[in-house]
């Protein structure tokens, strides 16, 4: 007889009249559950449900032979070990040892961290194709870069654009794949955290920055919390005046759907940009490991973009243009424009900062709500275990695709989808 063992959920689940019991153990001709009633075996089967990884499905059968060995009320919730006479539970039961063998590829325990961030990037971004050999395809696309945090708002007030944009490709190993005069258009400000997002008169003065450049400008707001309202509604009517005086127009990244009543009266300036905080998706750095994923990749890459009704709603409301992200699974596209943000893809975001919690508390679970922010992120990132593949950046945790960059293919098939737009998010 095979020693007690612990069988992970949902591996084999035992139920009895129509109800899921807890399994405790198992061995080869006996299991042991919990139920919070008092069960009657006199005249109910047990039903055995084993999971089976190549059908990524269950196979069911019914116990009719059995014997109650032992029974125990604890005051919460009734124990029974029960023996088990039935020679397919033993067969299934060894099968389910070999599988959870074969699994164990699968294990997501690593310890094993990076030396520093710096270290981190080499790994992710060196190793690139270089421009010549890609250059034909990527020129098919418009090219544009972030200015998204104080240090950047500073270095592209002082330098001029080409020389920024060479100073961030080579802070990430991209200097030789792509060329910085190739780069057309800005995005201003930060889609995750609304501390990151310039005052209005740093603001003004990027915009003027870029309009001189010969830039083409996206505002990239995030979230709007309800404190901030006003100086959003502010922040929006400032813009729109520069933009009247400078007789040009400017893209507005929407991320709260409340943002679209505050643009609605200024469309003949202000283009609404759908944002990837709204453009929903299940984004997990691990998700190539998930046993029977090719089953299901097809429902990771639709979301509710894919039904024509909710894009004839964004019409509506002057949004022509969504904003997508690479993340290990293709995107199914919408019929409007988009644009691909790459080789970081957002996983999660919070108002309150796990960054700051860990800075001030050593624990990143006692967060708040920051209202003086001290700026950690620019000097601290979160690492995580190599085999993550992610980190976390201000209050966002993030994942890293650098298959655009390694992958002539993807961007053949960019070519012939809605995308026209590569946002590099470094």
């Given amino acids: 007889m095979s020693d007690n063992i612990m069988i992970p959920p949902a591996v084999l689940l035992v139920e009895m009249n129509g109800r899921e019991l807890k399994l405790v153990n198992c061995t080869e001709c006996e299991i042991t559950v919990w139920s919070f009633d008092e069960l009657n075996f006199a005249n109910n089967s047990i039903i055995l449900k084993f999971f089976c990884v190549e059908e990524y499905g269950y196979s069911e059968i019914e116990i009719s032979d059995s014997e109650v060995l032992y029974i125990n009320y604890n005051g919460s919730y009734w ?14 039961y060894n099968g389910i040892l070999e599988q959870l063998d074969s699994i164990k590829k699968y294990d997501d325990s690593c310890n094993e961290f990076y030396d520093d961030y710096e270290s981190a990037k080499i790994e992710w971004f060196g190793n690139n194709r270089g421009y010549d050999a890609q250059k034909d395809i990527i020129n098919c696309f418009q090219q544009c870069f972030l200015v998204e945090n104080f240090d950047d708002y500073k270095m592209f007030l ?9 100073y961030k490709l080579k802070n990430y190993y991209l200097n030789e794949t792509f060329l910085a005069e190739d780069f057309s258009r800005v995005y201003i400000g930060n889609q995750y955290c609304h501390n990151l997002f310039p005052g209005d008169d740093m603001l003004l003065k990027l915009m003027k920055k870029a309009l001189s450049e010969k830039l083409e400008i996206t505002i990239a707001f995030t979230y ?40 609605s009266d200024k469309l003949d300036r202000l283009t ?40 004839d709603f964004l019409k509506k409301n002057g949004i022509e243009r969504i904003e997508y992200e690479s993340h290990g699974v293709a995107n199914r596209y919408a019929i409007l424009k988009a644009s691909i943000s790459f080789p970081y893809y957002q996983t999660n975001t919070s108002q309150y900062c796990p960054l700051y919690a860990q800075c001030v508390n050593l624990n990143r679970n006692y967060q708040k709500l920051v209202t003086q922010c001290p700026k950690y992120c620019r000097k601290f990132a979160m690492m995580f275990p190599k085999n993550v593949k992610a980190i976390g950046r201000y209050n966002s945790i993030f994942g890293i695709d650098n298959e655009l960059l390694r992958n002539e293919g993807f961007l053949k098939e960019l070519k012939n989808s809605p995308v026209d ?3 590099l998010n470094i």
């Avoid at 002082?158 to 060479?166: A, G, H, I, L, T």
Wanted: glycine share 4%; charged share 35%; net charge neutral.
């Fill in 158 to 166: 002082d330098m001029p654009k080409n020389e920024f944009v060479s």
């Fill in 421 to 423: 737009r590569l946002v």
């Fill in 272 to 311: 609404p940009v759908l944002g990837v905080l709204l453009n929903k998706r299940k984004k997990d750095p691990r998700t190539y490991r998930k046993i029977g994923l090719e089953k299901y990749n097809s429902y990771l890459e639709e979301n509710n973009l894919n039904a024509e009704h909710f894009c």
């Fill in 79 to 92: 124990e029974y070990k029960i023996k088990i006479r039935d020679e397919q539970y033993s067969l299934k």
């Fill in 224 to 263: 709007i919390r309800e404190i901030f309202i006003s100086k959003v509604c502010g922040t929006i009517d400032c813009i729109f005046e520069w933009c009247v005086k400078n007789d040009t127009k400017v893209e507005v990244i929407v991320n709260d759907w409340g943002m679209l009543e505050v643009l």
